[in-house]
């Protein structure tokens, strides 16, 4: 069931000034140690200072108690060399796909650093909306995130949403897996509706059809609700210059 929030723009310096609520709810969501909080709280702060950062935090709005209590945040930045993270999987990727694919995975990547939802409003469409409006309108090429290597709520999220796994049984007890996505840009205001169309067509085409090659590469297959939300948005947002939708 949806809970009903609406999702705020942080900026660097309210982030930092939110750090500490901010905190509580990735201590509550990731079940932390109390002693790696300032570590990470520390952490939180330097990445308010990367290229490109934005944050986002969902207050509830459904009244009683909890009404503007904070639900949940995400953010995540531009990344690029000497960023821990970014050095760490850049290396790892090298020595399992080489370094031309690596670099197309890096070279124009958004870091998604954080997305938590506090536990007891898990499973409302929360975390979807967050990542959803955090990687709406990046001008990067690929988006890419770590989350544990097991099974959980977090991993499904991204999966469902076109995440898929890049790195995983990586050696040491804290390793966790990389899972990434890659975004095709269109026009919203079509010049060359029939070129436009005939590009929708093809993802169309490779929505109903690609299920089964992505299952036997062993990625994940887009589930059909998703392709639907998808050729829904092609035919409210993508116009011809007589305004009418291109996709039908």
Not at 8 to 13: H, I, M, S, V
Not at 72 to 91: E, I, K, L, R, T
Not at 187 to 215: C, E, I, Q, R, Y
Request: charged fraction near 20%; glycine fraction near 10%; hydrophobic fraction near 40%.
């Amino acid at each position: 069931m949806a809970t009903a929030a609406v999702l705020c723009d942080l900026g660097p310096k309210e982030f930092l000034g939110e750090v500490d609520v901010l905190l509580a709810i990735y201590a509550d969501a990731m079940d932390a140690d109390a002693a790696l909080l300032p570590g990470r709280r520390e952490l939180m702060r330097r990445h308010a200072g990367y290229p490109d950062f934005k944050a986002l935090q969902a207050r509830s709005t459904g009244g009683g108690h909890d009404d503007g209590a904070v639900l949940g945040f995400s953010y995540g930045f531009h990344g690029q060399p000497g960023q821990w993270w970014y050095d760490a999987v850049s290396a790892a990727l090298v020595r399992t796909i080489g370094p031309a694919a690596t670099a197309g995975w890096l070279a124009d990547c958004l870091e998604v650093a954080e997305v938590h939802v506090r536990k007891d409003k898990q499973r409302c469409g929360i975390g979807t909306r967050m990542l959803t409006a955090l990687t709406a309108g990046r001008p990067e090429r690929t988006a890419l995130l770590s989350t544990p290597d097991r099974e959980s709520t977090a991993r499904r999220l991204y999966r469902r949403m076109g995440f898929y796994d890049l790195l995983t049984d990586q050696p040491g007890p804290n390793s966790w897996p990389m899972t990434g996505a890659s975004f095709i840009l269109l026009h919203a205001d079509a010049k060359d509706p029939a070129k436009t169309a005939a590009v929708l067509t093809f993802f169309s085409w490779a929505f109903k059809n690609g299920g089964k090659m992505a299952s036997e590469l062993d990625y994940v297959a887009m589930p059909p609700n998703v392709v639907k939300l998808i050729e829904s948005a092609w035919q409210a947002k993508i116009k011809g210059p007589n305004g009418q939708p291109v996709w039908k």
